[in-house]
């Protein structure tokens, strides 16, 4: 019981000491209003900047960087292929295409190759699909393999591609 005392007493000095009263609260507010009464933080001036210098672009003889690829089509000749009349494959982009299974007659394998509209067709190596004249260069049980003849920066450039059976 004494413990008890000695601890109720202990607790009621130290939570009477937190209390400093009025007095103290306006020593702290007069501190708050007069700390930074004359007190003028230095200010660095703000650096000048140089102007850049000037340099004046002609495009004579050069690429337009703003001018979309495509529109950069090799001048100089049409595309290898453009004489041959196109096939039933050509009028689809090849990755609308798929191949959906192959036929061997003795040591030849044809793919077989269904359109968007569902018809199907049988393709062997050496015909063309696809958009952009893409020529069937081999064929396996599993994938259909093609060159597309693509346009590129210094003319026509022949792009590998494929098709693998669903």
């Not at 501190?31 to 660095?44: D, E, I, L, N, Q």
């Not at 102007?51 to 495509?70: I, N, Q, S, T, Y």
């Not at 798929?98 to 269904?114: E, F, I, Q």
Request: hydrophobic share 40%; proline share 11%; glycine share 10%.
């Amino acid at each position: 019981m004494r413990t008890r005392v000695v601890a109720a007493v202990a607790a009621g000095l130290l939570l009477g000491g937190c209390s400093g009263g009025q007095n103290s609260m306006s020593a702290l507010e007069h501190f708050v209003t007069t700390a930074a009464a004359g007190y003028h933080p230095p200010v660095k001036p703000v650096p000048k900047i140089k102007p850049p210098k000037l340099v004046a672009f002609h495009m004579r003889g050069r690429v337009d960087p703003f001018e979309p690829f495509a529109m950069r089509l090799p001048a100089r000749s049409p595309n290898p292929y453009h004489n041959l009349p196109k096939g039933p494959l050509q009028h689809y982009p090849l990755d609308a295409l798929t191949m959906v299974g192959t036929l061997a007659a003795g040591p030849h394998l044809w793919a077989v190759v269904m359109t968007p509209d569902g018809s199907s067709y049988r393709v062997r190596v050496g015909m063309l699909m696809g958009r952009h004249y893409g020529k069937v260069v081999r064929i396996t049980p599993k994938k259909l393999s093609v060159v597309e003849t693509v346009a590129g920066p210094t003319g026509w450039v022949k792009q590998p591609a494929s098709l693998d059976i669903k």
